[in-house]
């Protein structure tokens, strides 16, 4: 099964923490879980007034949102 999520399109994601907990830019620590399963896309801002800007190169992966 794969999974994606909204943070996966965004031009702030960041390497996995320990190889599987999502961070970005705004969350370096690991993004929460409300952010992450729901759609940043609709924020203003995520967190310390870094919002989401959409990955023109992972477009691939909306099919899958």
């Known amino acids: ?5 909204f943070c996966d399109t965004c031009t702030h994601q960041r390497e996995n923490i320990d190889g599987w907990k999502c961070a970005c830019d705004a969350f370096p620590e690991g993004i929460p879980a409300n952010i ?3 759609n940043p896309s ?9 919002g989401y800007k959409f990955n023109e190169e992972k477009r691939h992966l909306l099919e899958f949102l």
């Open 36 to 38: 992450f399963r729901g």
């Open 42 to 50: 609709k924020l203003e801002q995520c967190n310390n007034g870094i």
């Open 1 to 5: 099964m794969i999974f994606a999520s």
